[in-house]
Protein backbone atom coordinates (compact mmCIF):
# COMPACT_ATOMS: atom_id res chain seq x y z
CA UNK A 1 0.00 0.00 0.00
CA UNK A 2 1.56 3.23 -1.22
CA UNK A 3 2.32 5.89 1.75
CA UNK A 4 0.09 9.19 2.18
CA UNK A 5 1.05 12.33 1.39
CA UNK A 6 0.36 15.19 4.12
CA UNK A 7 -1.87 16.61 1.81
CA UNK A 8 -3.50 13.66 0.92
CA UNK A 9 -4.16 12.46 4.21
CA UNK A 10 -5.67 15.84 5.38
CA UNK A 11 -7.44 15.66 2.29
CA UNK A 12 -9.02 12.24 2.99
CA UNK A 13 -9.81 12.97 6.44
CA UNK A 14 -11.71 16.46 5.51
CA UNK A 15 -13.61 14.09 2.60
CA UNK A 16 -14.35 11.86 5.05
CA UNK A 17 -15.51 14.39 7.39
CA UNK A 18 -18.09 15.95 4.67
CA UNK A 19 -19.12 12.02 3.98
CA UNK A 20 -19.96 11.48 7.66
CA UNK A 21 -21.69 15.13 8.28
CA UNK A 22 -23.57 14.35 5.61
CA UNK A 23 -24.98 11.38 6.32
CA UNK A 24 -25.58 12.61 9.88
CA UNK A 25 -27.64 15.17 8.84
CA UNK A 26 -29.29 12.67 6.59
CA UNK A 27 -30.14 10.51 9.28
CA UNK A 28 -31.33 13.06 11.84
CA UNK A 29 -33.85 14.77 9.30
CA UNK A 30 -34.97 10.94 8.54
CA UNK A 31 -35.65 10.54 12.24
CA UNK A 32 -37.17 14.05 12.96
CA UNK A 33 -39.71 12.66 9.94
CA UNK A 34 -40.49 9.29 11.74
CA UNK A 35 -40.88 11.36 15.01
CA UNK A 36 -44.24 13.55 13.82
CA UNK A 37 -45.72 10.28 14.16
CA UNK A 38 -44.41 8.37 17.03
CA UNK A 39 -46.57 7.74 19.45
CA UNK A 40 -46.24 10.35 22.76
CA UNK A 41 -48.34 8.32 25.52
CA UNK A 42 -44.55 8.62 27.38
CA UNK A 43 -45.88 12.38 27.59
CA UNK A 44 -47.97 11.98 30.38
CA UNK A 45 -44.61 10.72 32.13
CA UNK A 46 -43.41 14.23 31.12
CA UNK A 47 -46.39 16.42 32.51
CA UNK A 48 -46.70 14.63 35.74
CA UNK A 49 -42.97 15.46 36.49
CA UNK A 50 -43.14 19.11 35.35
CA UNK A 51 -42.15 19.10 32.00
CA UNK A 52 -44.27 20.88 29.43
CA UNK A 53 -45.38 19.18 26.21
CA UNK A 54 -42.82 21.75 24.35
CA UNK A 55 -40.34 20.67 26.72
CA UNK A 56 -40.90 17.18 26.16
CA UNK A 57 -40.93 17.10 22.31
CA UNK A 58 -37.62 18.77 22.68
CA UNK A 59 -35.99 16.13 24.86
CA UNK A 60 -37.20 13.65 22.46
CA UNK A 61 -35.36 15.76 19.66
CA UNK A 62 -32.26 16.56 21.68
CA UNK A 63 -31.81 12.77 22.36
CA UNK A 64 -32.07 11.52 19.01
CA UNK A 65 -29.69 13.91 17.98
CA UNK A 66 -27.40 13.33 20.16
CA UNK A 67 -27.60 9.39 19.66
CA UNK A 68 -26.75 9.84 16.36
CA UNK A 69 -24.13 12.38 16.86
CA UNK A 70 -22.10 10.13 19.01
CA UNK A 71 -22.17 7.17 16.72
CA UNK A 72 -21.14 9.20 13.85
CA UNK A 73 -18.37 11.11 15.45
CA UNK A 74 -16.93 7.71 16.70
CA UNK A 75 -17.07 6.36 13.63
CA UNK A 76 -15.24 9.05 12.60
CA UNK A 77 -12.75 9.26 14.40
CA UNK A 78 -12.14 5.81 14.17
CA UNK A 79 -11.65 5.40 10.29
CA UNK A 80 -9.81 8.96 10.83
CA UNK A 81 -7.23 7.40 12.92
CA UNK A 82 -7.30 4.33 10.93
CA UNK A 83 -6.34 7.06 7.85
CA UNK A 84 -3.72 8.18 9.87
CA UNK A 85 -1.93 4.92 10.73
CA UNK A 86 -1.97 3.87 7.37
CA UNK A 87 0.22 7.24 6.54
CA UNK A 88 2.49 6.20 9.20
CA UNK A 89 2.77 1.94 8.92
CA UNK A 90 1.61 1.60 4.88
CA UNK A 91 2.03 -1.85 4.95
CA UNK A 92 -0.16 -2.46 8.50
CA UNK A 93 -3.72 -4.19 8.19
CA UNK A 94 -6.40 -4.53 10.33
CA UNK A 95 -6.55 -8.40 11.65
CA UNK A 96 -9.24 -9.90 13.69
CA UNK A 97 -8.02 -12.58 16.10
CA UNK A 98 -9.46 -15.40 18.20
CA UNK A 99 -9.80 -14.56 22.07
CA UNK A 100 -7.88 -17.46 23.57
CA UNK A 101 -7.89 -16.10 26.85
CA UNK A 102 -12.23 -16.31 27.45
CA UNK A 103 -15.38 -16.95 25.96
CA UNK A 104 -16.49 -13.03 25.75
CA UNK A 105 -15.61 -11.44 23.58
CA UNK A 106 -15.13 -14.24 20.64
CA UNK A 107 -12.49 -12.16 18.67
CA UNK A 108 -10.39 -9.45 19.07
CA UNK A 109 -9.84 -6.25 16.14
CA UNK A 110 -6.65 -4.99 15.67
CA UNK A 111 -7.11 -1.80 13.72
CA UNK A 112 -3.38 -1.26 13.16
CA UNK A 113 -1.10 -4.56 12.95
CA UNK A 114 2.34 -3.50 11.77
CA UNK A 115 4.78 -6.79 11.26
CA UNK A 116 4.68 -10.92 11.51
CA UNK A 117 1.37 -11.61 12.02
CA UNK A 118 2.50 -15.36 12.42
CA UNK A 119 3.21 -14.46 16.16
CA UNK A 120 -0.36 -13.55 17.46
Do not use: W
Not at 65 to 72: E, S, W
Request: charged fraction near 30%; proline fraction near 2%.
Amino acid sequence: MASITNSSLEEKIHNLAQKSSEALLKQINFRLEEMKVDDTSHFLIYRVLGITEQEGRLIDIYQNKGRFLYKYAGSFLEKATQLSFLEKYPDSKSVKITNTLGSRPKTFEIDCLEGNRDTL
